[in-house]
């Protein structure tokens, strides 16, 4: 969107600044003083929320009805449009997710612990079935609700997520959430009454949406209960398991 040079910026923000602050949401007051800056007003863009972390602040806002996330300097003298990586653990630095309205919108939720966790998966997809096999190791430390998010790319997704959200018990969603691959003919060749199906496909395209909303792009994607992004091999070694 920008056309900014960012090496500089980025090499004097990575090794002069500390990037690990905790995301403290900036008032709606300087939000306005930001939205007077010629280059945002010029632009006509609208902050919709910011974020101090330390060093930057990060702008999540709108421009002619798209959404997209910049970054100022403290000084407000400089945008950054692009990825900002944390140099401490190489993840990028992003504006925690906004879960107003997710809770209870879950398929299910798995586990009994009190890490709170938000997981965006599909049940063909390698990577989340790699994940998922190590979750009873955690279920006494995590509570994970569990949301569906069947990509396109993957024929038998939709279908699976369908059948797996079908099982009448908590239980039993989580046994054929584990057995998926075992499960695809079953899910197939699943019988619905047009109300049964007409509330699953609901409920799917909800949590399909909230995960758009989210800016999920691949599975799985997980959150923690401040809108943090968490990569699953790091949520695991959290937890003393090693990824093999």
């Avoid at 758009?212 to 943090?228: C, E, H, R």
Wanted: aromatic letters at 10%; a neutral charge; charged letters at 25%.
């Amino acid at each position: 969107m920008f056309d900014f040079t960012k090496k500089v910026l980025i090499s004097s923000l990575l090794f002069t600044c500390s990037l690990n602050a905790a995301n403290k949401e900036v008032s709606k007051n300087e939000i306005a003083q930001m939205e007077q800056l010629e280059l945002l007003k010029r632009a006509q863009i609208k902050i919709t929320k910011a974020y101090d972390i330390g060093s930057l602040y990060i702008l999540n806002i709108t421009v002619q009805g798209n959404a997209d996330e910049i970054y100022l300097t403290k000084d407000k003298k400089l945008i950054l449009s692009g990825d900002v990586i944390d140099v401490s653990n190489g993840m990028k630095i992003t504006a925690p997710a906004d879960l107003t309205g997710a809770r209870g919108k879950e398929a299910f939720t798995y586990g009994k612990g009190t890490e709170e966790y938000f997981l965006f998966t599909d049940p063909e997809c390698p990577y989340c079935k790699k994940f998922e096999s190590y979750l009873p190791q955690i279920a006494d430390k995590v509570k994970i609700r569990v949301f569906y998010f069947p990509l396109e790319s993957h024929e038998n997704a939709k279908d699976l997520s369908l059948y797996i959200m079908n099982q009448k018990t908590s239980s039993e969603k989580i046994e054929a959430m584990f057995n998926a691959s075992e499960n695809l003919d079953a899910a197939k060749n699943a019988k619905y009454t047009q109300a049964e199906l007409a509330k699953l496909e609901k409920s799917l395209e909800e949590q399909i949406q909230i995960g758009m909303k989210l800016n999920v792009q691949g599975t799985p994607t997980i959150f923690d209960k401040d809108g943090k992004s968490i990569v699953w091999v790091n949520l695991l070694e959290k937890f003393g398991i090693e990824v093999k």
